[in-house]
């Protein structure tokens, strides 16, 4: 079984900074592709960044130069510095990676529980 537990979030007044980790645990062969997704309300889930196993990242629009996305393979964790917050980023946060488990024969993507960012104007 693979567990993807996030931390990290909180509250916090516009123009600050978070930072959010997520850790992935359980059986694990492998981890390919590792994102954060986020999901306010009444809008549907919408992809924030995106890391690979050989960390090229991909952001959206809405993030670019104000989040970075990173991870940390000897731990299983992807991390998401987020600066420059603005009240537009408040939503809960979810991570997300696809991972290969050991008798597996492909890799599947998993989820975290989310959670939430509040910035304040």
């Known amino acids: 079984q693979v567990q993807l537990v996030e931390s990290g979030g909180g509250l916090v007044q516009a123009g600050g900074s978070l930072r959010l980790s997520c850790v992935v645990s359980g059986s694990i062969f492998k981890i390919n592709g590792m994102g954060w997704y986020r999901r306010a309300p009444g809008n549907q889930r919408e992809l924030v960044a995106t890391i690979t196993s050989d960390s090229i990242t991909n952001y959206a629009d809405s993030v670019k130069g104000r989040f970075t996305i990173s991870r940390d393979n000897a731990k299983n964790t992807v991390y998401l510095q987020m600066n420059d917050l603005k009240p537009e980023d408040t939503a809960v946060y979810y991570c997300?990676?696809?991972?290969?488990?050991?008798?597996?024969?492909?890799?599947?993507?998993?989820w975290g529980q989310g959670t939430q960012v509040t910035v304040s104007s």
């Open positions: 997300n990676a696809v991972v290969l488990t050991r008798h597996a024969t492909t890799g599947l993507n998993y």
